[in-house]
């Protein structure tokens, strides 16, 4: 898999006849290694090594109604409190992130209500931070580090 734009960290891996996998942390379990999975399993490792959230506050690939249509969001950062702090969209490096990525991650947003949006492809990371009180959304060099 490509080198992508995260530091460095270690992952366990293990060859079946599906094909190689990577081991997911919050699932507990080997999944197909496909160029999204990648990116999201560096997000996981961002999240939880370097901005030191603990792994039980975190949701991978879950699924969402959205307009009576069956959604997986990526990954969800909860609060301790259960409410949502972070929404996050993962794509395949090769994919661009573009107005229709954004559009997505709204869209389950609006469900979701997440305090905060992060949409990567592994090369180019986007954070925002959402004022719903103004309808309006501010973007961010980073999400805050985990300080509870």
Same mark, same amino acid.
């Given at each position: 898999?490509? +080198? @992508?734009?995260?530091?460095?960290?270690?992952?366990?891996?293990?060859? $079946?006849?599906?094909?190689?996998?990577?081991?997911?942390?919050? +699932?507990?379990?080997?999944?197909?290694?496909q160029?999204?999975?990648?990116v +999201?399993?560096?997000?996981?490792?961002?999240?939880? @090594?370097?901005?030191?959230?603990?792994? $039980? @506050?975190?949701?991978?690939?879950?699924?969402?109604? &959205?307009?009576?249509?069956?959604? +997986?969001?990526?990954?969800?950062?909860?609060?301790?409190?259960?409410?949502?702090?972070?929404?996050?969209?993962?794509?395949?490096?090769? &994919?661009?992130?573009?107005?229709?990525? %954004?559009?997505?991650?709204?869209?389950?947003?609006?469900?979701?209500?997440? $305090?905060? @949006? =992060? &949409? $990567?492809?592994? =090369?180019? !990371?986007?954070?925002?931070?959402?004022?719903?009180? !103004?309808?309006?959304?501010?973007?961010l060099?980073?999400?805050?580090? %985990?300080?509870?």
């Amino acid at each position: 898999m490509q +080198r @992508l734009n995260f530091p460095t960290y270690t992952f366990r891996f293990k060859s $079946s006849e599906k094909g190689l996998q990577i081991f997911d942390l919050i +699932r507990k379990k080997f999944v197909l290694l496909q160029p999204e999975e990648w990116v +999201r399993q560096h997000v996981v490792h961002y999240l939880m @090594l370097t901005k030191n959230y603990p792994k $039980s @506050l975190i949701n991978v690939e879950k699924q969402l109604l &959205v307009n009576k249509l069956k959604k +997986r969001y990526d990954i969800v950062l909860f609060n301790p409190d259960g409410s949502i702090f972070l929404l996050v969209e993962c794509k395949a490096p090769e &994919v661009k992130i573009d107005q229709k990525t %954004f559009d997505q991650i709204a869209q389950y947003n609006r469900m979701l209500k997440a $305090s905060y @949006l =992060m &949409v $990567s492809n592994g =090369m180019d !990371h986007y954070f925002c931070e959402m004022d719903f009180k !103004h309808e309006k959304y501010q973007f961010l060099k980073e999400i805050p580090d %985990f300080s509870r």
